[in-house]
């Protein structure tokens, strides 16, 4: 899938701030530091669009993308970081509860983690609220470059058992090697029909 345009919307921390429901969404959640600015940049080839920071931010906000006019990146707050004082924490869950039951658009939440990591209690209830809200979760798990091919797949395998779900369902990602975005690419073109 080819990238012609992917332009910062806004950004926002409540409904009255998002865009309209035009396109169709698709969000991006996951663990702080677990990769997520790193994934959306390398899947639409920019370098910058979505900041990388290694401070984690005392402002959250919900940050929109037009990717093509065709649809949507939302790139949810990272959740998890331990420096983060506790009123941010608070909000973080009604913040995403809010925007979840506000998006008739949205088509999938991309449920970024760490292949080394491996899906933590925080991520289950990511990937758990999604079909609460009508859409499906997209498994993905990053810096798979940190292992060898065999045991990427073999630590995949290891995932998909304790999931109790098909290991093809989860998806295997690097941003610094480019791979693994076309399998990302397939199940977003599948939802958003774009
Ligand atoms: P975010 O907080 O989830 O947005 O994480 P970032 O995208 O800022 O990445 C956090 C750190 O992980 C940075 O130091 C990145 O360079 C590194 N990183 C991100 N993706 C990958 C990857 O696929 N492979 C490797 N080896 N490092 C990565």
Known sequence: ?????????????????YPPTELPEIAFGGASNVGKSSLINSLVGRTKLVKTSKTPGHTQT???FNINDAMVFVDLPGYGFAKVPLSV??????MIEGYLAGRPTLRAMVCVMDLRRGVRDDDMM????????????????????????????QRRREIAKDLNCPPGELLL??????????????????VTGV
Do not use: C
């Not at 899938?1 to 926002?12: D, I, L």
């Not at 999604?130 to 292992?147: E, R, S, W």
């Not at 990302?184 to 599948?190: A, E, S």
């Open 173 to 190: 990602y690097s941003s610094t090697k480019g791979e693994g975005g076309e399998a990302l690419w397939d199940r977003i073109r599948q």
């Open 62 to 64: 919900i940050n929109f």
């Open 1 to 17: 899938y080819k990238v012609n345009k992917a332009e910062f919307m806004t950004s926002g921390t409540k409904p009255s701030h």
């Open 126 to 153: 990511l990937i758990e609220s999604a079909p609460l809200f009508g859409i499906q979760p997209i498994l993905v798990f990053t810096k798979a470059d940190k292992y060898g091919r065999n045991a990427a797949q």
């Open 89 to 94: 924490k608070a909000a973080w869950g009604p």
